[in-house]
């Protein structure tokens, strides 16, 4: 069966550290995958997005990596600061498919 | 920036009831989703729209589900007999395209209390 999968346990780190997160899936052959902030009671908001044929993918303090072999994409957030404190989803589109689909998301709490 | 909007923020009604979610996508987008979360589980993936039609469902869109663009800017989800388990968080996003790897715009949802 297909399969999405990010850390369920919150991460907690220190501001000004390296936060880093794993969403690993199974049975999908995605084009791109993409990565979005949740903040409770609110949408998801897109983050980045990176492409198969793309190795790393940056944007201000954040960085995605994605690796079709291992099946797994890696997010980064560098200089962390509380206001990074948030849900974080993966999400990608199998081929032939319309729409996202979804990770249960990883919450980051970052600590002052 | 442009906004996804959705109203009611809120909803409360009986079991049974239809009720109808309105959401306005950002005008040049041409690609239109609804997502549900129910409290506390992931983001699940309802229906897409394009060119006036449903281009994917999931299992969770069966024949109580309807979606409509009524007047070219207003995209509506109606449930026609509510049920508990239909209490959820609903999100209406919406993508300039799909396929080459476009971000979605989401709203900021509306609660369903069915009771």
């Known amino acids: 069966s297909q399969k999405i999968e990010q850390n369920s346990e919150a991460l907690n780190i220190q501001e000004g550290k390296t936060a880093t997160l794993t969403c690993n899936y199974t049975?999908?052959?995605?084009?791109?995958l993409q990565w979005y902030r949740q903040d409770p009671g609110r949408g998801p908001v897109f983050l980045l997005l990176i492409r198969e044929n793309e190795k790393e993918k940056r944007k201000e303090r954040l960085k995605v990596t994605f690796d079709t072999t291992l099946k797994q994409s890696l997010f980064h957030i560098t200089a962390s600061q509380p206001a990074d404190s948030a849900t974080y989803l993966c999400?990608?589109?199998?081929?032939?498919?319309?729409?996202?689909?979804f990770g249960s998301g990883t919450r980051l709490q970052v600590q002052p | 920036e442009p906004e996804v909007t959705q109203t009611p923020s809120h909803q409360v009604t009986q079991m049974g009831q239809e009720v109808i979610l309105r959401c306005v996508p950002i005008?040049?987008?041409?690609?239109f989703y609804w997502y549900r979360q129910i409290l506390g589980q992931k983001v699940e993936f309802l229906v897409s729209f394009y060119n006036n039609e449903i281009s994917e469902k999931s299992e969770i869109f069966d024949d109580q589900f309807s979606v409509e663009r009524p007047d070219g800017s207003n995209f509506t989800l109606k449930i026609r007999s509510t049920k508990l388990e239909d209490s959820a968080m609903y999100f209406c996003?919406?993508?300039?395209?799909?396929?080459?790897?476009?971000?979605?715009?989401f709203g900021s949802g509306t609660r369903l209390t069915v009771v």
């Open positions: 005008s040049n987008h041409l690609y």
């Open positions: 049975n999908y052959s995605p084009a791109y």
């Open positions: 999400a990608l589109m199998d081929t032939g498919r319309r729409a996202l689909t």
């Open positions: 996003a919406s993508s300039v395209g799909v396929g080459q790897g476009y971000g979605y715009t």
